[in-house]
């Protein structure tokens, strides 16, 4: 489900931020980037914190370029 909504989320918007709950989670924020990186074909942009941050280019309508 988490999979899926990540997902769901980086079609919607090509940059999102989510939050590890660490007192419940078996992952460190970084662990569960890379985890959902690859499943969902995003990159890990960043992690701060409790927080992480993942992107992935809309292949319809792409809004932030690289360089």
Avoid: F, M
Avoid at 46 to 54: A, R, S
Wanted: net charge positive; aromatic share 2%; no cysteine.
């Amino acid at each position: 489900a988490l999979i899926e909504q990540t997902d769901g989320a980086l079609r919607t918007r090509e940059l999102i931020k989510l939050r590890v709950l660490t007192e419940t989670s078996p992952l460190t924020p970084r662990e569960a980037a890379e985890a959902l990186a690859e499943a969902t074909d995003s990159a890990v942009v960043g992690t701060i914190g409790k927080k992480l941050v993942l992107y992935r280019p809309s292949k319809k309508n792409p809004r932030i370029e690289l360089e």
